[in-house]
């Protein structure tokens, strides 16, 4: 329910953050001596707070999907969060993306690479399917050598049995 | 950094004028076999060699105790501790008195005396004596090297020991490539290095800024080729050990390749390249350049290493469903699946002998470094951990090293040797973490 709770609550806010922009934080949001156009909105540019931020995409759109052992293929909930990667993609065209493919430590060095890659790819062609450029999309597999979790049982596996969406900015796609 | 090994010679000078006696006893040589059923290691005597120059004391004693380091590590042999001698080396040329070393038992005598000639450099000589039957085994032999390599000369006087005790070739004045790993799981610094077979002289080839993975040796041991992600992705390069020069050795972008391996003629090289979610193995002539496909479909193929006559390839596939071994023709074309046990296989590697392949094993939450004939069968687990992985075959084929990573967040990997009968295992002496180690030729 977790997963439902926050892909409607984002979708929301995706729906809203092109007009409203809320003053969420009242009158000190702005007091932090950031200057230019966000003063007034409230909205530091580039903190989570900016729908338009990649601190925004992994924090509040989720950056992150996971996969079951030895597996590559996309779970509902996952497709959940790609979808809105996929919008907060097409939002923000400016960006570019990175898909990070990874495994967790039960497998070889080079299985979990070429596993990486196959997830990896899932969720490239969702995103492309829901009508990401596929320009804008790279992807890498690091197998098993950047765990986020190190505890050798099945809840910190599950953690690194994933895919990362990183975003960066791009040169005028 | 590789100034060691650029000028490192080694001169075999061969048979010592005027010290080689007959050895025309009707007799059989004096000899260990290595069987499944040797578990009696046979005992020998290493006395101190004899500093033949004043200022070559100190060489003399360490050499020695290589000698018998390499000799004892292989489980093998048992030295008989130097308290338990009754007399002494006092000179290289003086007649060996056979009954005091009959007395502590011991079968096999080395004598040894080590001086630093005129340009600095050492000389060791040595002759190996059957103490039961009172005969030199073999001729004595002298080998020379600048100061910074004696360490090369302990192992070369060692590889004949073994050779002659047990009639195989001998591992010893080999060297191998690895990944030396520092820091927790989750920021994981790797480098590759090199070192002596036992761990000794380690030399970094690569800083830590980028991810490496997997070197492997050229037949001949000059270059290595491993997986790095120093241009954003991971690519095989290629490097030099003797400048240290390292550079992709294939340009494609935007593609992933990995798992390299040279042919055994040093001339093609092997690997797996990632397109979209399909990886496949590839082939390329180093010198034209040209690449040819050797696998097709969607599963995925890693992991290929050749046959030493160079004419097959084994690699894993999990185009059944899991992963599992296979052999193919070198230039592709169908595939015969070897690995029929429980659980997965993958990482083969084809024996220097060329009759059976190493493999890991993962199987009910255990991974097993095993060897199994190239057909499949006699199927032979060698270890068992919580995750062993990366076979590789001591020049000789009789030994297998490995990586061991051990269990939880303070999990740490390190290397291991283990002999093929399964008996020996030890840990590898390493300033750091080690892992994926490649065992280069005998020098």
Known sequence: MTHMTKAILLIAALAMSACTNADRFGDGAGAGGDAGAAVGTGIIPGSANDPTSPAYFSQTVGDRIFFAVDQSTLSPEARLTLDAQAQWLLTNSDFLAVIEGHADEQGTREYNIALGARRANAVMEYLTSRGVPASRLKFISYGKERPVEICSVE??????????TVISMGSGV | MMRRLASLLIAVLALIGGLAPLAVMAQEPLRIEITEGVVEPMPYA??????????????????????????????????????????????FGAPVPFAD????????????????DGAGRVVVKFRLWDVFAGVELGDGMQFTATQDGWRRLAHKVADQVYARLTGESPYFDSRVVFVSETGPKNARAKRLAIMDYDGANVQYLTGSDAIVLAPRFSPNGERVLYTSYATGTPRVHVLNVGDVQSRVFQADQGVMSFAPRFSPDGRTVIYSLTNGSNTDIWAMDIASGAVRQLTFGPSIETAPSYSPDGRQIVFESDRSGTQQLYIMPAQGGEATRISFGDGRYGTPVWSPRGDQVAFTKQNAGRFHIGVMRTDGSEER???????????????????????????????????????????????????????????????
């Open chain 1, 155 to 164: 809840s910190c596996y599950a953690k690194n049995r994933r895919s990362v």
């Open chain 2, 46 to 91: 290493i006395p101190a060699f004899v500093a033949e120059t004043p200022d070559a004391g100190q060489l003399a004693a360490e050499l020695s105790r290589v000698v018998a380091e390499d000799l004892t590590g292989t489980g093998l042999f048992r030295e008989i501790p130097r308290d338990a001698h009754i007399s002494t080396i006092a000179s």
């Open chain 2, 101 to 116: 070393w009959k007395a502590i038992n011991a079968q096999a005598l080395i004598t040894g005396a080590v001086s630093l």
């Open chain 2, 381 to 443: 687990l060698l270890t068992a951990s919580f995750l062993d992985e990366s076979p590789t075959w001591a020049p000789n084929g009789r030994v297998i090293m490995f990586s061991r990573e051990t269990q939880g967040a303070q999990g740490a990997s390190a290397l291991y040797s283990v002999d093929i009968s399964g008996r020996n295992l030890k840990r590898v002496r390493t300033p750091a973490g080690g892992s994926d180690p490649s065992w280069g030729p005998l020098q």
